[in-house]
């Protein structure tokens, strides 16, 4: 399940087979800094109604506690309902809150108006380990796919708009090789206009294009993609060429995508534009969402564009793996690549920083959602935690065989949600991190994150609701206090996608050895953080913490480690 959702209908969205733990759904400051202007609490009475429902049917309960907590705000008070953070809320006040949200995410919803999906897969192994293996299941046109449906359903039954699949044109982008590479590569499948007719689709690729972006008789021909590679790739060994599952994906993402000519015209003709991406694929989206906007193909003035990384390497992957025989001996130069993002002063991060601030600062939402026991990614860098940015939501998925509701599962929402609120958590999601990384037997959660439609759900909510205060015409004044900005952003510009604001970056590098003895100290210190004082919500889940970790039995030896290494910090509480 997801925690909170972001319908705002309650706090957490209930999914049948998963937990997806977050913090709150709100802009972030710079690190260390405080939230702009007043710090609202919104609660959730009064929202509840659809997750008790969902909860008698037999679904994964979390406790009640996280359903109710603050939300640092970013829109104003007209907009929101005055709510003081430091204060209780009667009510009555909380209910004209919700149901002020509940209004303009219905009325954001009934503007999304032409929908652009743009898939972008990860990094693939070779062809050698896949007969070993199995064929990768993260492709391209599977994102699209779960994200036109959970598009569809999500506004079909909480909004109550149809839309069909006519009316969402997908872009499964397909491609291997290095980082800067695959964003040439991704490019040219949506600027070129040359229609080539060297290979037919297969009959099953046809088939699948029923309900697609255009039917099948209407399909052109097209070549797959290996054939525009850049001449880095052309270079690669045999070992590396692309097997017969890849070029039956790229040959099935052809027949998903509008016709070559039209592509770039009907993604810039988009009112609303979704960039699914996983693993290797979030920093190629970043910089391919840059490129788009440099040429004008995407307009955040204009356009609502959200980007949904999920489990996305943006520090790195898990350090230890660089020593692996496979990484160094059999795995291609993109995998290696991938190790130098732990690096913040290598080319590859500061490229990738650099297209980050870009898109974040032209108005970009931006959803990090990490995966419990991933044994390829650790936490800290799928949320990206060196950036802060209002634009910017991090969560978690939790599947349900490994979902616990006990001091650790619990003590990671809520360094989640203090991010989300714009409060600085001292770095304790990066030496969390290592308490929840999976390892490469047994453990599949870097794959099982993007089966979950809620997930995909969530971006979307993300999107409604961060931008449902902003007015859509380019050419509209628009107030600072309606876009929630503090009184020093009198200038900021206003787009589509939100206002345009800086973003804070925090090097650190991945490769060095954390000390684990600075957990005890990092939680004394989030223990007398005067924002988290002043909030009753906020000192109401560290009271819980408290109560969990003496109930808390961990069976792991990375929890039983952590437990013991806060035993002091319990008993000076």
């Known amino acids: ?54 909860l008698l049917k037999g679904v994964i309960a979390i406790a009640p506690d996280w359903a109710r907590s603050a939300v640092q705000g970013r829109h104003s008070a007209d907009t929101l309902g005055q709510i003081d953070g430091r204060s209780s809320c009667s009510e009555s006040t909380e209910h004209s ?22 898939g972008v897969h990860g990094w693939f192994p070779t062809r050698m380990l896949q007969m070993i293996s199995g064929e990768p299941t993260g492709k391209s046109e599977k994102f699209c796919v779960m994200m036109r449906d959970a598009i569809k359903e999500y506004l079909h039954d909480t909004h109550g708009i149809r839309v069909d699949n006519s009316d969402i044109s997908l872009f499964p982008l397909v491609g291997e090789g290095r980082i800067e590479d695959r964003v040439e590569l991704l490019l040219s499948q949506i600027t070129d206009t040359d229609e080539p007719a060297d290979s037919q689709p297969p009959a099953s690729a046809i088939g699948r294009s029923s309900g697609g972006n255009r039917p099948a008789s209407s399909l052109g021909v097209a070549s797959p993609a290996a054939d525009r590679k850049p001449k880095s790739q052309a270079k690669a060994s045999s070992s590396d060429a692309p097997s017969s599952s890849a070029r039956r994906s790229e040959m099935i993402a052809e027949v998903l995508m509008p016709e070559r000519k039209r592509r770039a015209e009907m993604l810039k003709a988009a009112d609303t534009v979704f960039v699914v991406t996983h693993s290797q694929g979030t920093p190629v989206s970043a910089m391919l969402i840059e490129r788009l906007i440099e040429l004008e193909l995407l307009e955040p003035r ?6 949904l990384a999920m489990a996305g390497i943006s520090h790195g992957p898990l350090p230890y793996l660089k020593d692996n025989v496979v990484i160094k001996y059999i795995e291609s130069e993109a995998a ?64 349900s065989h490994h979902y616990l509701d006990d001091f650790l599962t619990n003590l990671i929402v809520f360094a989640l949600r203090l991010r989300n609120m714009g409060i600085y958590d001292h770095d304790l999601l990066t030496h969390l991190s290592e308490v929840v990384a999976g390892s490469l037997w047994g453990h599949s959660g870097h794959s099982t994150i993007y089966a979950e439609p809620a997930v995909f759900k969530l971006a979307l909510k993300w999107l409604l609701y961060s931008t449902s205060f902003v007015p859509l015409s380019s050419s509209a004044s628009v107030p600072t206090v309606a876009l929630g900005l503090p009184a020093g952003h009198q200038h900021a510009e206003a787009s589509a996608s939100g206002s345009q604001i800086h973003m804070s970056y925090r090097p650190f590098n991945a490769a060095e050895r954390l000390n684990p003895f600075f957990i005890p100290w990092i939680m004394r210190t989030l223990w007398d953080e005067p924002e988290i004082r002043q909030s009753e919500g906020l000192r109401a889940e560290l009271q819980r913490l408290v109560a969990l970790f003496d109930k808390w039995a961990p069976e792991t030896k ?8 806060l035993e002091p910090v319990r008993a000076a509480l």
């Open 336 to 399: 290696r690549e991938l190790f130098e993002l732990m690096d913040p002063s290598s080319p590859q991060s500061q490229r990738y920083v650099g297209a980050l601030s870009t898109i974040l600062h032209k108005g970009v939402r931006l959803i990090c959602i990490g995966s419990w026991v991933d044994e390829v990614v650790p936490l800290y860098s799928a949320i990206i935690q060196g950036v802060s940015h209002p634009n910017v939501y991090r969560a978690m998925y939790v599947d």
């Open 97 to 118: 809150s919700s149901q002020r949200i509940k209004r303009a995410m219905d009325a954001s919803a009934h503007t999304l108006g032409k929908i652009a999906v743009v």
């Open 558 to 565: 990375a929890g039983k480690e952590l437990k013991y290494r």
């Open 302 to 307: 204009r356009q609502r564009i959200g980007m």
């Open 1 to 54: 399940m997801l925690v909170p959702d972001l319908d705002f209908e309650s706090a957490i969205s209930v999914a049948p087979t998963i937990d997806v733990l977050s913090g709150e759904p709100t802009g972030e400051e710079s690190d260390g800094m405080k939230p702009g202007g007043d710090a609202p609490a919104l609660s959730w009475h009064g929202q509840l109604h659809e997750l008790g429902k969902a």
